[in-house]
């Protein structure tokens, strides 16, 4: 009777003791080699698998938290313990660079790991006040324009950039009605860049392969022309892909070939105004 007590006892023990070891394991970092880090994004989600599946919850930006050693799944995740269980965090999301100055090092750590779209293309509404010159009158007169804009561009790494775009306006006053189609190709350098905010410098060079100039009722005649243009533009980021982009430019147009029937001149007008162009963009 003795001896079964005391083999109870040991087996008791032992169990506790195998007990105490397993939740030191799992519950205090120091056993599994932890070390300190910081999120360095927006929302580091947590998940309860190496596979990133089922996610849990998230950990703020600045935060710092406690992680294994050693990373899982192909380096893209450490372990974590989330209310005593092992969870998950992307590799991306954190930093180890911890110094006293952990602010500068989180920001430049996320600013090296995020996710960069270099391209985007944008659909915008155009306004051009421009003033008129043209052979038919000596007098210059204003000419409202208004219309859309498509536009692609890219960044490069250097802060330089480049544009394509098709632009579709009209302005009537009077009489007088005017339409054009431009196609444009344009480069741009930024000036400055914040985490969601950029500035840029611009130059376009406008070909208007179609312009349509009538005169009320009496004719409707084709022609063309060329322009060009600089100014500067700001891109706001309101997600990661969307955003908002706002432009300010001075522009000069000329429109010309307009075979006009005899009794009237051909106008061969020039414009020359500011334009802006507000639009939407969806960055690749």
């Not at 602010?103 to 051009?128: D, P």
């Not at 498509?150 to 009489?175: P, R, V």
């Not at 410098?201 to 600089?230: C, D, H, S, W």
């Amino acid at each position: 009777m003795v001896n079964y007590i005391a083999f109870l006892s040991k087996t008791v023990s032992s169990g506790v003791i195998r007990g105490i070891a397993l939740l030191a394991l799992f519950i205090c970092p120091n056993s599994w080699a932890a070390q300190e880090a910081i999120v360095v994004s927006d929302k580091a989600i947590i998940y309860s698998t190496q596979q990133m599946q089922a996610p849990i919850g998230y950990v703020s930006r600045g935060k710092k938290v406690t992680v294994g050693e050693v990373p899982r799944n192909n380096n893209r995740v450490y372990p974590i313990v989330v209310s005593g269980k092992i969870a998950y965090i992307k590799a991306r999301d954190i930093s180890f660079e911890l110094d006293q100055n952990q602010g500068f090092t989180a920001t430049r750590f996320y600013e090296l790991t995020k996710e960069t779209y270099n391209t985007h293309y944008s659909l915008g509404f155009v306004n051009y006040s421009s003033q008129s010159q043209s052979k038919a009158s000596d007098v210059d007169e204003s000419f409202n324009w208004y219309g859309y804009q498509l536009k692609g561009e890219t960044y490069f790494k250097s802060g330089w950039g480049a544009n394509l775009f098709t632009t579709g306006m009209w302005a009537t006053k009077g009489e007088e009605q005017y339409r054009s189609i431009e196609l444009g190709f344009g480069v741009s350098y930024m000036l400055f860049e914040l985490r969601k905010l950029k500035l840029n410098f611009f130059m376009q060079a406008l070909g208007i392969p179609f312009a349509n100039y009538a005169r009320g009722t009496k004719f409707r005649v084709n022609g063309g022309g060329y322009g060009g243009g600089l100014g500067m533009s700001a891109t706001y980021d309101v997600q990661t892909r969307w955003g908002v982009e706002g432009s300010f430019g001075i522009y000069h147009t000329r429109l010309m070939g307009f075979d006009t029937p005899e009794n009237f001149e051909s106008p061969e007008p020039k414009f020359s105004g500011a334009r802006t162009v507000l639009s939407a963009y969806y960055r690749f």
